[in-house]
Nanobody, 119 residues
Framework: QVRLVESGGGLAQPGGSLRLSCAVS??????????MGWYRQAPGKERELVAI???????NYADSVKGRFTISRDNAKITVYLQMNSLKPEDTAIYFC???????????WGQGSQVTVSS
């Protein structure tokens, strides 16, 4: 019913930028995802929310990324983006896309994208 394909990520220097994309293939829902978000998991740490955007375009960010990261979505393409600016070494983690569709009981994850910030 749902497939998520992430792209982007990689290596950036401190202060640099990267962009993540997550393309969603969704079957059985005419309204699209209710919420699309990005989470991250650093080595030895639990997965944490980075940013989330709902169907109305309302966003929420972790305090650690506010003012540096921007989440957006293209409803026609069913794609969610994460623009990451002013990257810091502590942003190094595997980033996971997440999609929720309430009426289908969907709460699905992408495959993960490595983001490494290092000089």
């Amino acid at each position: 019913q749902v497939r998520l394909v992430e792209s982007g990520g990689g290596l950036a220097q401190p202060g640099g930028s990267l962009r993540l994309s997550c393309a969603v293939s969704l079957f059985g829902s005419s309204s699209g995802p209710d919420a699309m978000g990005w989470y991250r998991q650093a080595p030895g740490k639990e997965r944490e929310l980075v940013a989330i955007i709902n169907s109305g375009g309302n966003t929420n960010y972790a305090d650690s990324v506010k003012g540096r990261f921007t989440i957006s979505r293209d409803n026609a393409k069913i794609t969610v983006y994460l623009q990451m600016n002013s990257l810091k070494p502590e942003d190094t983690a595997i980033y996971f896309c997440n999609v929720k569709v309430a009426n289908l009981g969907i709460d699905s994850w992408g495959q993960g994208s490595q983001v490494t910030v290092s000089s």
